[in-house]
């Protein structure tokens, strides 16, 4: 994966703005922690890895899709991807861990994101773009090579992707009444739900270059 950063004045810019940041992001985790806002997360387009104990999903859906996007040097990305979609869903001890690599100084730097330890984490029209997934997976209900636009069970195709052609309509995609899913781990490219509701919501630094997994 190409180095997300390039050249030391970029970190100074970073540096500025690093304060801000963090306060407006530690309102939004508050917000999102009570179930107020919609969530959309995408890093940049970099990849972020997320862990959980369980994941139990009613309405799902999978099918295939472009995602692109443009990292901290202004370069463009393009990254296919299969798309799992939720109407609601149910997740427990959550991690979210993103690392920005080669920082000055102090190297490779990690933003942590924990939550749903002692309560789940609650997600509606919850949409997954990964590229690696490894979990134990059961599916109730279950059809295979359904039209991705055809899909009666999960919440449909994201909204502007057939528009953006990001997505095909006819393209082969799979739906379930229930998807249950335990130790979860996957690569993604973005996240993005109706709303998010993150239970015991902790976020942290990490200098060591840490993951979830």
């Known amino acids: 994966m190409e180095s997300q950063v390039r050249g030391g004045t970029r970190w100074k810019r970073f540096a500025v703005v690093m304060v801000p940041s963090v306060a407006a992001t530690a309102c939004i985790g508050v917000a999102l922690a009570q179930g107020a806002l919609a969530a959309s997360f995408s890093v940049s387009g970099q990849q972020f890895k997320v862990r959980a104990a369980s994941l139990e999903g009613d309405g799902f859906e999978q099918y295939g899709a472009v995602d692109s996007g443009y990292t901290l040097a202004g370069d463009k990305t393009i990254h296919p991807v299969a798309v799992s979609a939720f109407n609601t869903a149910t997740i427990t001890d959550l991690c979210q861990s993103v690392v920005t690599p080669n920082v000055p100084v102090f190297g490779n730097v990690s933003l942590i994101l924990r939550a749903g330890a002692d309560k789940p984490v609650e997600a509606t029209k919850l949409y997954i773009d990964l590229d690696d ?55 993604a490219w973005a996240t993005t739900a109706g709303t998010f509701k993150l239970s015991g919501l902790h976020m942290s630094i990490s200098t060591k270059g840490a993951e979830c997994y």
């Open 133 to 187: 997934l490894n979990a134990d997976a059961t599916f109730t209900n279950i059809n295979i090579g359904v039209a991705a636009g055809s899909s009666t069970k999960g919440p449909g195709i994201k909204s502007g992707e057939v528009a953006n052609k990001q997505a095909n309509p006819y393209g082969f995609a799979q739906e379930a009444d229930h998807a249950s899913l335990t130790d979860v781990k996957q690569t």
